[in-house]
């Protein structure tokens, strides 16, 4: 094997493409010169267009071949990448033509049969294991990358929360039953709205088949069910942000219908098909999960066959419900649904499973889906998620025999549609702190807070410090036992004589365990300060023309507030300067825009969070 070693000064993992940029034609897509006998240098090639490209007689070229001293290395005759393609060359061979990519990095040269140069690139140098790939497919950025992806895209899916099972049932399926999932999207352009659709596609289909099922989008304030999703103007389609590493991570929800690919019995995937990041009306980039069983409801023990679930939780409506096989939720969950009321009414949808529509749909807190039958151990563990992030919530229902306290038995059940009910007490989920306030009045400190739900919940210790001292308890306020209504409650403290005081509360079940919440501060002067970096939604949403936005920050930072259309592009700066510790609030008058839907975002000190309104006139 030969090497021609040529010095390289671009070592940066994140580079601008070197050389031109050219449009409507195959272009070098991913490097790799770390060969060995087994494993030899290769350059994929990409067509970045709708049609197919013959690239019979092309030719690439290091130095050498630029400099005559050796043959360039022609494509093979008849060579075509269909649209949106990929074919791999092998550069590192015994032929006289044959070419090593220099570990350290150099020059590669790519032309058409009639001898133009039509794309080139400064390959940097690579260690083992890495590859430098342009992100996304096509694009003008190159990246070093540790994910390997030869002959295929560049963007990566990585499933973070991939249920194993789906319902579904061709020809006709009315007994739909949503399907939640949350995945990591890597390799976009950096900072970048993207349109996309999520549907389902089996191993027959194509790398760029669009697939099948309806969809729930998953906003960051509401969810949009369709089933005639478009990426055109008019949608609906769903929106991503990439961060400024070409990365997104988000909630995918989808419902069954009755195509073929839902036959019970099959393995289907995931497909997450997206536009370029800008106006455009098609897809042009496809990433795919794992495979995901689809099941049924029956009641025979057959392993197509499964049974409905569902119950009451303290979770917030449009949080996730997971359900796992083991009590350490290891592996992938069973299913994963999306926690009501999530404002789409399915109750007139005759599709949907009746015992959804029924007992789940619009109802806060609850939840349903479907388990397969062939569960010889049962449900053992049932765990909720946050919407915000996708962070698991610190308590978790476990069952060791999957038969729990109520006697829902999930061991191999045989219900089909005749759904097992998991009862509140039986996965409980901590006392939910919605709010947690304070004020000054007459040098007295009022402390409000209030709770969502309560489960076993004998109340709160109230936790006081100055400066830096050690908390302590200053009081006692009795909770609400177990309940599923909002509770309310005030604590006064009438000692007051420091400069400033930080609160919290601890919240005490009646098996003495205890849970503690976020600190507030209080200044002498009734001013409160935050202990954390805080985006709110605006209010109103929807608006015309104005609206508030609210934000806090714990320490002085520089704090910039941007809204952006549905393309990425910045239309207005709100703030752009060192803020004081504190909350702030900024009035955004959109007299001159147009309707449609928009996003703020919001960088200080590191923390980065980003929200969506809709200014309708």
């Known amino acids: 094997m030969r090497k021609v070693l040529f010095s390289c000064m671009l070592i940066l993992s994140q580079f601008a493409i070197s050389g031109l940029t050219y449009a409507q034609t195959v272009l070098m897509n991913e490097t790799f010169s770390r060969g ?138 009315n007994n739909r039953t949503p399907y939640a999932f949350r995945v990591k999207i890597d390799n976009l352009a950096p900072n970048t709205t993207y349109r996309y659709i999520n549907q389902v596609v089996t191993y027959a289909d194509g790398a760029t088949t669009s697939g099948a099922g309806n969809v729930v989008f998953v906003y960051s304030d509401s969810l949009v069910r369709s089933s005639g999703p478009s990426l055109n103007n008019s949608g609906p389609f769903g929106i991503l942000t990439t961060d400024a590493d070409g990365s997104h991570t988000g909630w995918y929800i989808t419902e069954p219908t009755g195509n073929a690919r839902f036959t019970s019995g099959n393995y289907i995937s995931m497909r997450i098909r997206l536009n370029n990041g800008a106006d455009g009306t ?70 949907i499973a ?147 005081y930080t609160y919290r509360l601890k919240q005490i079940d009646f098996d003495g365990s205890s849970t503690y919440y976020n600190e507030i501060v209080v200044n002498a002067d009734g001013i409160l300060t935050p202990t954390q970096f805080s985006l709110g939604q605006n209010y109103p949403n929807p608006f015309n023309p104005s609206t508030k936005i609210e934000f806090s920050v714990p320490f002085q930072t520089q704090v910039t507030l941007k809204i952006y259309d549905v393309h990425g592009s910045e239309v207005r700066t709100l703030v752009n300067e060192v803020k004081s510790a504190g909350n702030h609030q900024i009035q955004f008058n959109a007299s001159d825009l147009a309707s449609g839907i928009y996003f703020y975002k919001m960088n200080a000190g590191g923390f980065v969070s980003s929200k969506k309104l809709i200014l309708i006139k």
Do not use: C, M
Request: charged share 20%; glycine share 10%.
């Open 354 to 500: 009746l015992f959804y529509r029924d007992s789940v749909d619009a109802k806060d807190g609850y939840w349903g889906t479907i388990i397969p039958n062939d569960l010889a151990g049962g449900v053992k563990r049932i765990e909720r998620r946050l919407f915000a992030d996708g962070s698991l919530h610190p308590v978790v229902g476990t069952d060791v025999d999957g038969i729990w306290p109520s006697g829902a038995n999930t061991v191999n059940p045989l219900g089909g549609l005749t759904a097992i009910r998991i009862d509140f007490d039986d996965a409980p989920v901590p006392v939910e702190l919605t709010s947690f306030t304070a004020q000054t009045i007459d040098n007295n400190v009022v402390l409000n807070w209030s709770t969502a739900t309560e489960i076993n919940n004998s109340g709160f210790d109230v936790e006081r410090k100055s400066g830096n001292s050690e908390f302590s308890k200053i009081g006692f306020v009795s909770g609400h036992g177990t309940t599923a209504n909002i509770s309310s409650y005030t604590f006064t403290d009438n000692n007051i004589d420091a400069t400033s």
């Open 36 to 173: 060995t006998v087994d494993n030899l240098d290769w350059i994929e090639i990409y067509n970045p267009t709708s049609a197919a490209i013959d690239i019979s007689g092309y030719k690439i070229y290091d130095s050498g071949g630029q400099a005559g001293t050796k043959p360039k290395k022609e494509f093979p005759a008849a060579t075509s990448i269909p649209a949106y393609g990929y074919f791999v060359i092998v550069t590192d061979d015994t032929s006289e033509s044959g070419f090593g990519i220099s570990n350290s990095g150099e020059w590669v040269w790519l032309e058409n049969a009639s001898g133009t140069v039509i794309d080139s690139f400064l390959i940097p140098a690579l260690a083992a294991g890495q590859t430098a790939a342009r992100t996304p497919d096509g694009g003008t950025l190159w990246k070093v990358v540790t994910t390997i992806t030869r002959g295929k895209s560049n963007v990566v899916l990585t499933s973070l929360l991939l249920p194993q099972f789906i319902q579904g049932a061709s020809t006709t399926n």
């Open 282 to 351: 098609v897809a042009v980039t496809w990433v795919t999960s794992d495979s995901v069983k689809v099941i049924d409801y029956g009641t025979d023990a057959g392993t197509t066959k499964g049974t409905g679930i569902y119950g009451p939780s303290g979770a917030a409506p449009k949080d996730f419900v997971f359900l796992y096989d083991n009590v350490d939720g290891d592996g992938r969950p069973l299913a994963g649904v999306i926690v009501e009321n999530d404002g789409i009414a399915l109750s007139s949808v005759t599709s």
